[in-house]
């Protein structure tokens, strides 16, 4: 190896070392705070007012300490942290304000996995979440379009999501809205509940009158009628879609911050934002309404493709306070492997075991899919890569490892274990993610956590999806493979909902994690609604463990550990509160669970109506 090689290996080393201690404190403390960087121990400005609260009782997440009763909160920071005894004895500064409540405080929540833009966009589109049949979709579009005259032109199309062909016993065509005299005519596109298909209506159709026989990566579905498309053949129709307005887009992502910060949230991973959207995101984070820290990856305005110009033009337009109080930043990339295993579009090593003649859909083919994330990589970006099948994790697993190899490169003499050591070291720096990482080859997951490589999961995902997922995998290849959770703990799994696919309540991810029962129904995949009558139970995470998942995982996740997801002296002040601790609150009631607060940076951002 040449000198400059042996020395920027060494630094690497020296700078990643440090991040590797932190990643085996978290292992051996499942509510740790990291600390991988130098955070300073108090950052109280002489000039600043002082918030001193007092609850009865914080639950910190900060290892050395893990409870307190009060803290001081100085320029959105909190400056001290006071356990029982300290509080006793502490005397705030003259001119604080003293605030004391009667609730209990955790860490303020954040989603490893949503989409920001897309979920304001639902806010103020037909909502097909659990729709039953097709008189159910249309009943809803028509109470849909009642209450918003003008919706269902060619300029205003109607948007939706959340039906499921399970419950139709079929894809559903542009035919099954015409059927309905009062939708005919009105254009719309409805997205599947995965957003991995969309159903539109016949005048969307009749503007699409030469369809390709086939989309590589993608489908037409073309029985038992014309109107749905899926994966890469929804460009299509994205392509002719009318675009809402920034004002209107404006609307829709405070209309999401709202509903975001009354279910506990003050920061979300957004997994995947085009550039427009991102130069919209760095606009907006300079008000006040802008209430929820936003972890941005890049998906380039043709999907899986390079585009460092367009994402270098969103980072020189941020402001750097934004940037420095983690308010708004983009430095990950979001790129797609495969499709969803719902619609058959997730990628197999073998057929399904319900479609037999196919193993779903690769977005991107392998070797492509490692060119395009070694280059984002050498651009110095966090790789996140959507992987659902398990082909899918596998090229996956095989962009990120030669991403690591990149970065990281070996000497002439190195041995396997030395290898493994290098590239765990080079993922603690980079953390590349998989996004999903739903159904694993056991081969594969032993390299997810040789290698250290961050599994983005959503835990209401494998409880929505147990409906069907044995009918699409088989047994042996559902119990071997799918839906792990507490066997991929050593790789620091970051926890979401994919909203508005599922809904953002942490709650109710909290719930599906520690029980694997749907916590829609509180039942599992059979109708039952004990211990052991979950979905794959033995992937079940303790409450502590699933806390983690929504505070100093994704904070990890995020470059942002000890910064967020914790409260300890120079952490973000982010806290929310509750009605009783969260570890003595009935698990059956996490399902409707309600915040009373939500602080985000210090500032009240939600309380709960009386």
Not at 213 to 241: H, K, Y
Request: proline share 6%; net charge negative; charged share 20%.
């Amino acid at each position: 190896m040449a000198t400059s090689s042996l020395l920027r290996w060494g630094l690497l080393l020296l700078s990643a070392a440090v991040v590797a201690l932190a990643v085996a404190l978290r292992l051996q403390q499942p509510l740790t705070g990291f600390s991988p960087t130098s955070l300073s121990t108090s950052s109280t400005a002489t000039t600043a007012t002082t918030t001193h609260y007092c609850y009865k009782g914080i639950r910190t997440h900060d290892r050395e300490k893990p409870s307190a009763e009060c803290f001081s909160v100085v320029d959105g920071l909190f400056s001290r942290v006071l356990s029982e005894n300290e509080a006793t004895s502490h005397t705030p500064p003259a001119d604080a304000v003293v605030v004391e409540d009667s609730g209990y405080v955790i860490p303020g929540l954040w989603d490893g996995h949503g989409h920001l833009l897309q979920y304001g966009e639902f806010l103020h589109s037909v909502d097909l979440f659990g729709s039953q049949s097709l008189d159910d979709v249309r009943a809803r579009i028509r109470a849909y379009l009642d209450a918003n005259p003008g919706a269902g032109t060619k300029d205003q199309w109607v948007r939706g999501v959340g039906w499921d062909q399970t419950a139709f016993g079929r894809m559903p065509t542009a035919a099954d809205v015409d059927q309905d005299p009062q939708l005919r005519g009105v254009y719309m596109m409805l997205d599947r509940i995965d957003v991995h298909c969309s159903w539109v209506s016949q005048p969307v159709l009749d503007l699409l009158p030469n369809l390709p026989e086939e989309v590589p990566g993608g489908e037409i579905v073309r029985e038992p009628g014309m109107g749905v498309f899926c994966d890469n053949a929804m460009d299509l129709v994205a392509a002719i879609w009318p675009k809402p307005t920034p004002d209107i887009k404006a609307r829709q992502v405070k209309s999401a911050m709202a509903a975001l910060n009354e279910v506990g949230l003050v920061g979300m991973h957004d997994a995947g934002a085009t550039p427009a959207s991102l130069h919209l995101y760095g606009q907006l984070s300079a008000s006040n309404d802008w209430t929820v820290r936003v972890h941005a990856m890049v998906e380039c305005d043709k999907r899986n493709t390079f585009c460092p110009e367009a994402a270098a033009a969103v980072a020189a337009q941020q402001d750097d306070s934004i940037v420095d109080a983690a308010k708004f930043a983009v430095r990950s990339v979001k790129l797609f492997a495969d499709g969803a295993l719902g619609s058959w579009g997730s990628a197999m090593i073998e057929p399904y075991t319900d479609h037999p003649w196919t193993t779903g859909s690769l977005l991107i083919n392998a070797t492509e899919l490692t060119s395009v994330a070694t280059a984002w990589a050498a651009e110095g970006y966090q790789v996140n890569i959507h992987a659902i099948g398990d082909l899918a994790n596998r090229y996956a697993i095989d962009a990120l490892e030669a991403a690591l190899e990149q970065q990281c490169p070996p000497s002439a003499e190195e041995g396997e274990e030395e290898k493994v050591d290098r590239l765990r070291l080079c993922q603690a720096t980079h953390r590349f993610r998989i996004e999903h990482a739903q159904i694993i080859h056991p081969d594969d997951q032993a390299r997810i956590l040789r290698l250290g490589i961050i599994p983005s999961i959503q835990p209401t995902h494998a409880t929505s999806d147990s409906k069907y997922a044995e009918s699409r995998l088989g047994t042996d290849r559902l119990r071997s493979s799918a839906y792990r959770m507490r066997s991929l703990l050593p790789a620091h799994p970051v926890l979401g909902s994919d909203f508005p696919v599922e809904p953002p309540d942490p709650f109710q991810g909290i719930y599906a994690a520690v029980t694997r029962r749907s916590p829609h129904t509180g039942l599992g995949p059979d109708g039952g609604s004990a211990a052991d009558d979950g979905f794959l139970v033995d992937e079940v995470l303790s409450l502590d463990d699933a806390l983690w998942g929504f505070t100093g995982a994704p904070a990890y996740g995020s470059f942002l550990e000890g910064k967020a997801g914790v409260i300890r002296e120079g952490a973000f002040a982010d806290w929310v509160v509750l009605d009783a601790p969260i570890d003595e609150v009935d698990v059956e009631d996490l399902r409707n669970f309600k915040v009373r607060e939500t602080w985000v940076g210090g500032r009240r951002v939600y309380t709960r109506p009386n």
